[in-house]
């Protein structure tokens, strides 16, 4: 392949710059060509490295990045040099896990954005922070990441949602928001302002990851994570912050779980309402026994969810969401007003999943007796 080339690696790894863009090759292997093109996502797809003459590279001080001046198309940084340098070792592998960078967390704040500057404003891309990078021989069906921490705890696990598309022969890239693993995603909305799905931001520190491909361990490399070097913290209060935060993301799961339980509840009981009236025959206890459970998920859906619009803000899980968000967007201890908060949900909830926990039951046996009737909604799964 013609074109201007350099020794980026230890391995014998190359990277040339043609016409064509920029490419990379493991000629110390076998002497012969396994040119990968730079910046592409998917072999089958183009990247985001134009494809266009590359006139120079020139790399880093500490030849960490590797930059490229295009004809025509702007200067463009390669921001992680490893997979390119490491390029030979990964081709002798089935399945090879580079090692990630360092990775510095960047808690969002209102004055770091600039969208609002409107679009006369160029603001080049930073580089995204917990990139995590392997190569793979050959397609996988399942790819998996997984995050342990000093302890050997799992923090995070990142499966076939978060590696879909990162599944494909050749250097793949998944990237690690550096935070907890997030909540699912509620079935109906229920707040403003609330804390969303994300977890809070790990500790710093140092972090294992494993890569498994179809079910085999393919390797484990080290990450560290360092805080956000804008936030000045003392390592206590840290250690604190991140616990509260912790334990109101878990509350969140939780409330969340018990309102998606009510509002099923709560849709079905309309459908046997009307089953029940259009019915004939079905004895006036069983009605009164359909409009007694019917009152109970009212009025338990009423504490948890709230009411339309800003009656969702008092209720439960309204509180929850609106006590997570306060607190995730800070660095800094909670205040003592949140702290007592705190205190009241942590009451709460439990004893509200507890609740919706006994009127699942109570729903469940509903529909069996409702069952011997003739009717057969789909019946309610209780909080774990």
Do not use: C
């Not at 490419?23 to 797809?45: K, S």
């Amino acid at each position: 392949m013609a074109g201007k080339g350099k020794a980026i690696g230890p391995g014998g790894s190359r990277i040339v710059a043609p016409d064509l863009g920029v490419f990379v090759d493991d000629v110390a292997a076998d002497g012969l060509g396994h040119w990968q093109r730079v910046g592409q996502a998917d072999p089958t797809a183009a990247g985001n490295l134009p494809t266009a003459a590359a006139v120079d590279l020139v790399p880093s001080p500490d030849n960490s990045e590797f930059y490229v001046a295009t004809h025509g198309r702007g200067i463009w940084i390669l921001d992680d040099m490893t997979p390119l340098q490491h390029y030979a070792e990964g081709r002798s592998a089935d399945a090879y896990l580079f090692a990630p960078r360092d990775a510095v967390e960047e808690h969002p704040a209102g004055d770091r954005q600039r969208d609002f500057e409107g679009d006369r404003h160029f603001l080049g891309e930073n580089p995204r922070p917990g990139a995590i990078t392997y190569d793979l021989k050959s397609a996988a069906k399942d790819v998996t990441l997984t995050i342990k921490d000093a302890q050997g705890v799992v923090v995070r696990e990142m499966g076939a949602a978060a590696t879909s598309g990162a599944d494909h022969a050749g250097i793949n890239t998944v990237y690690w928001d550096l935070r907890v693993a997030p909540l699912p995603g509620p079935k109906e909305e229920g707040g403003f302002f609330g804390g969303g799905t994300a977890g809070p931001f790990v500790l710093p520190g140092t972090y294992q990851v494993t890569l498994t491909v179809d079910g085999r361990a393919a390797g484990t490399r080290s990450i560290t994570v360092r805080g956000d070097p804008a936030i000045q913290i003392s390592d206590a209060d840290r250690d604190s912050l991140f616990a509260v935060s912790r334990e109101l993301h878990a509350l969140h799961g939780r409330i969340n779980a018990a309102a998606d339980a009510l509002n099923d509840m709560s849709s079905q009981m309309g459908q046997i309402k009307s089953a029940v009236s259009e019915a004939k025959g079905v004895a006036p206890d069983l009605k009164a026994r359909v409009d007694s459970v019917g009152a109970a998920v009212d009025s338990l859906r009423q504490r948890v969810v709230g009411g339309p619009g800003f009656g969702r803000f008092a209720s439960l899980r309204g509180r929850v969401q609106r006590l997570k968000g306060a607190v995730l967007d800070v660095t800094a201890l909670p205040t003592e007003t949140q702290m007592r908060s705190l205190g009241e949900v942590r009451t709460e909830v439990p004893a509200a999943v507890s609740d919706v926990n006994a009127l699942v039951a109570r729903f469940k046996s509903l529909l069996d007796e409702l069952a011997r009737q003739g009717v057969y909604p789909r019946q309610p799964k209780p909080v774990q």
